[in-house]
């Protein structure tokens, strides 16, 4: 197993929570210092940033693209670690998915091989798919869309993401399984960033406060 | 020196073993430490000394390897052969793994100190636990090498 002291130590640390600041490392640098790794390591993070890519994209991708993309990737990824982060990932997408079809009204959609499947198809015409003990965040989740807050709904979505992710964490040291599980992390931190405009205002405003002290201290 | 070649090999392997191993575990725990101590450096603006020193930590292994060999070290026969192997070669292995998991051990603290500079000697404190095992094993060494007979005309 390749150690990775000088990476993981290299690092920033990541905030506690996806929502607790801006992200401690710019994309430039993280790309930067992730070419520390094996070219296999490199290639595998690579196929996990393309996923997170193509998973950024939001709407106008069919059930059957999305399933087809479920499928290519089983097949192509062979660590256990990334295929675990993306399953969970589909799995997450499956749900969201069916609630959205259910609470529209609409028939039951075409969904990815995955058990949750089985248990959406069994329960469908029940609220939660009989599902919410096991999957807390949807009932949150729920309750958000009841309220019309998108964004709290995507909160709750990126909450049960990081938590899982960063209790993963804590099972590896100096491995490449802590980079894979860092950069999980910080693309959730970059998507709640751009999503949230409070924070981009505040980003902005704390940019031209430097900017301006700057050149006051030159005058 | 004895007749017996299997038992002189013994009896040398025996001798340099707290050396050769407890080297070996320094190289691997002060590479450990120093990879991170190189990686944290990247990331932080001041305080490098400081992480450079807690990298050397496993460095004390090649120490402790060297005294228990020059204790150990005399003319070697069928009566102590065997203990010198049986001390030396245990000796060694502890040092060594102490050396390993106390590179882990520093650069776990490297990692931590990196984020929160106010906990250094307490991110330190499991290293030096570590280092106190090897301390063990080097003192119980000592105290056993010196009741392994010296052969005839021997040191």
């Not at chain 1, 709407?59 to 660590?79: K, P, Q, S, Y």
């Not at chain 1, 009932?139 to 869309?145: D, G, T």
């Not at chain 2, 305080?47 to 204790?71: E, F, H, K």
Request: aromatic letters at 10%; one cysteine or more.
């Amino acid at each position: 197993m390749t150690m990775y002291y000088t990476l993981v130590a290299s690092l920033p640390a990541l905030p506690r929570s996806f929502d607790a600041g801006p992200s401690p490392i710019t994309a430039s640098t993280l790309h930067h210092r992730l070419s520390i790794l094996t070219d296999d390591d490199r290639r595998i993070v690579g196929q996990l940033s393309h996923f997170f890519r193509w998973d950024r994209q939001p709407i106008g991708r069919t059930d059957a693209e999305v399933i087809a993309m479920h499928r290519r990737l089983n097949h192509e990824i062979g660590n256990p670690l990334v295929r675990r982060l993306i399953e969970h990932r589909f799995e997450m997408r499956t749900l969201v998915a069916a609630v959205r079809c259910q609470r529209e009204g609409k028939s039951l959609p075409e969904l990815p091989e995955l058990p949750v499947s089985d248990l959406i198809r069994r329960h469908w015409n029940q609220p939660g798919f009989r599902m919410s003990s096991r999957y807390q965040w949807l009932v949150r989740f729920c309750h958000a869309l009841d309220e019309n807050r998108a964004q709290q709904a995507q909160r709750h979505l990126f909450d049960e993401l990081w938590s899982l992710w960063s209790r993963l964490d804590q099972q590896y040291h100096f491995t490449f399984e802590s980079i894979i599980l860092y950069v999980a992390r910080w693309e959730i931190l970059q998507r709640w960033a751009s999503q949230n405009t409070e924070l981009g205002e505040q980003r902005f405003d704390a940019l031209v406060d430097r900017i301006l002290g700057e050149a006051c201290l030159e005058i | 020196m004895m007749e017996s070649p299997f038992w002189d090999m013994m009896g040398m392997a025996g001798i340099y073993a707290p050396l050769a191993l407890g080297a070996i575990g320094s190289i691997m725990g002060c590479s450990a430490g120093g990879q991170a101590a190189c990686g944290a450096m990247l990331d932080v603006e001041s305080g490098y000394g400081r992480l450079v020193g807690l990298s050397a930590l496993p460095s004390s292994q090649t120490i402790y390897g060297i005294v228990v060999m020059l204790s150990l070290n005399r003319t070697i026969d069928i009566g102590n052969a065997p203990g010198l192997f049986a001390i030396g070669t245990m000796c060694g292995v502890a040092l060594w793994f102490s050396g390993w998991y106390q590179g882990k051990c520093c650069a776990s603290a490297i990692h931590a100190t990196k984020s929160k500079p106010e906990v250094f000697g307490l991110a330190a404190a499991p290293a030096a636990i570590v280092e106190g095992f090897a301390v063990f094993a080097f003192i119980f060494a000592l105290i056993l090498a010196g009741s392994l007979p010296v052969a005839t005309g021997g040191v």
